[in-house]
């Protein structure tokens, strides 16, 4: 089973929004993940992400377990939707590989 949670943070606030099988939001989240195609940037550090959890305000979505397809190998989402920072990043998406741990910024063009 694959379970999901769902925070919001904000400004440097974590708040659990959701935990258990992926409700219809944490569905189309998933979706999203899936339908990733365009990388804009191919690593991140930790301190970037930690940088943008405290200044921006970010939907995360993680897994207990991998739904996303074997290829891709990610295991967790950063929705960014405010970015404070003025990098150009709202609407991208921080994944964290699920092998290696590494940061990689996404986003989807249709």
């Known amino acids: 089973m694959a379970y999901c949670r769902l925070y919001l943070a904000e400004n440097g606030t974590e708040n659990l929004v959701y935990y258990g099988n992926p409700d219809t939001l944490g569905g189309y989240l998933t979706d999203l993940l ?3 195609n365009v990388q804009k940037m ?3 550090t930790e301190e970037f992400l930690d940088n943008v ?3 921006g305000k ?3 979505i993680d897994y207990r377990l991998s739904v996303i397809p074997q290829s891709q190998k990610f295991y967790a989402g950063y929705f960014i939707l405010e970015d404070n920072l003025n990098g150009g990043l ?7 590989a699920r092998q290696t741990d590494a940061l990689s910024v996404w986003g989807i063009s249709e």
């Open 90 to 96: 709202v609407g991208s998406i921080v994944m964290r």
């Open 58 to 60: 970010v939907a995360i």
């Open 42 to 44: 191919s690593s991140v």
């Open 34 to 36: 899936r339908r990733i």
């Open 53 to 55: 959890l405290v200044n």
